[in-house]
Structure formats: C-alpha cells, structure tokens
C-alpha cells in the first residue's frame, strides 16, 4: 500500500490538508487571489509515493487541463514527471472526487486551444511562458 507523503511546501501541504479535511467546502481557491483550485492525487514515479498538488481548475467540458507552469522555473514540476510515468490519478473539484486518466497534450493546434483556455482561467501563466525557455506542458485529464 502507497504511503502519502505530504510536500515539503508549507502553503501546499495547509492547503491540501484544509481542502481535504472539510470534504472539500474550503481551501478551494488558489490562496488569496480567489481563483479555484482543484486536488490532484498521483504517485511518485521513483518513490510510489502518493502526492497530492492543489493546480489551478480550468476545466474543458468534463475534462481538466492541468498546466506544469511552476511559476515559470527552468523544470516541470515534479508531479508532471509523476503523470507522465503513471497518468491514473484521482481529482478532487470541490466535494466532487473521481478516478481520471491523464495524457500531455502533444498535438499543436489541441495545444494552443487548451493553452487559451488556461490562460483566461489564470492570465499570469502567460507571464511563466515568457519567463521560461521550456515549453510549459500542458496535461488533459479525462474521466
């Protein structure tokens, strides 16, 4: 059985344990800018690990477009790395919690559509692209 291990970030780890512990009616906004979050659930591709990481909610149609922007760094974020090894993960949006499968957008045009749609839902992930050399990835999850 996979442990949790919870992240070394202070804000992440508070966030994660309030928006778990009240079933999901608070810490579902990205800290104070009121914007929604949803909890992504998904295993350590070295560790097996489970992880748990509050990403922003942009959702098309049932979907959700998770986007590895960490803030524009010079590396994924290590959850990206986790899906790409294991793309089952589990997805809190609220009180709404369900099984999903994962997979990095490759295809341009999909790319660009989804690209857009992230940055109406959080305009400062145009900024993070501008900041970085990489091409953020950008992840779908379906049910």
């Not at 959702?59 to 974020?77: E, R």
């Not at 990206?80 to 997979?103: K, Q, S």
């Not at 900041?131 to 379906?142: C, D, G, K, S």
């Amino acid at each position: 059985m996979a442990k949790y291990v919870p992240s070394p970030r202070d804000w992440v780890r508070e966030q994660v344990e309030l928006y778990e512990n009240s079933g999901g009616t608070k810490g579902t906004t990205l800290r104070d800018t009121g914007l929604p979050v949803v909890l992504v659930t998904h295993w350590g591709n070295k560790t097996g690990a489970i992880r748990k990481t509050p990403l922003m909610r942009v959702k098309d149609g049932n979907n959700y477009v998770l986007v590895g922007s960490q803030g524009g760094a010079p590396k994924d974020p290590a959850w990206a790395h986790n899906l790409r090894v294991n793309p089952h993960i589990e997805l809190r949006d609220e009180t709404i919690v369900r099984p999903m499968c994962v997979r990095e957008v490759k295809d341009a045009v999909e790319r660009a559509r989804l690209w857009t749609l992230a940055v109406a839902a959080y305009p400062p992930y145009a900024d993070y692209q501008a900041r970085t050399e990489r091409q953020i990835p950008v992840f779908v999850a379906e049910p």
